[in-house]
């Protein structure tokens, strides 16, 4: 996630879907894409991913490990940010003397707390990433490794749900 996403607000309406159909040689991908032009999707909604074609990198499609790395790096900034404001929290109510532990030092609660929250964000983080978006790329990827195609379809959910439709016949599993 992207500093700019994070001070965007967010919708909660995707305003593109997309779906990944899985292809067992070139010769069947190409012709599922000439389908696909032929029913009146346009080449800009498609990509083909496989040798010969696009890689998946110039498609979007991440390594699991940058994946995981981008997430624990986010939930670590966030992770830290509250748990220093849980420290600084604690550091006023001691000062206020609303709450007095024993043997609480008062100076390095901000900073531990903090350092705490932040390698708890972290793994959180990464496991978020390598179970959730990782762990769907990397199927991709293996796909791809094993020398079948990928046929992604992207755009508006009505395009991606015809498309759905026009390629049942074709897919080896279900589309994504």
Request: hydrophobic share 45%.
């Amino acid at each position: 996630m992207s500093v700019t996403r994070f001070w965007r607000s967010r919708t909660f309406k995707r305003a593109k879907h997309l779906s990944v159909f899985i292809l067992i040689d070139e010769v069947s991908a190409f012709q599922a894409y000439r389908l696909l032009q032929t029913h009146g999707i346009s080449p800009e909604h498609l990509a083909i991913v496989g040798r010969g074609y696009c890689t998946p990198e110039q498609v979007g499609l991440r390594e699991p490990l940058q994946i995981a790395w981008r997430k624990a790096r986010w939930f670590a900034v966030a992770g830290g940010t509250l748990g220093s404001f849980l420290g600084f929290s604690l550091w006023v109510s001691v000062q206020w003397q609303i709450l007095l532990p024993r043997g609480f030092e008062p100076a390095l609660a901000i900073p531990a707390i903090g350092i705490l929250g932040g390698f708890c964000g972290a793994v959180v983080g990464a496991l978020i990433g390598f179970l959730g978006e990782g762990s769907q790329a990397n199927v991709y990827r293996y796909h791809v490794r094993q020398g079948r195609y990928l046929l992604m379809v992207e755009g508006p959910q009505s395009l991606v749900q015809s498309a759905r439709e026009i390629l049942q016949v074709y897919a080896v599993g279900k589309p994504r």
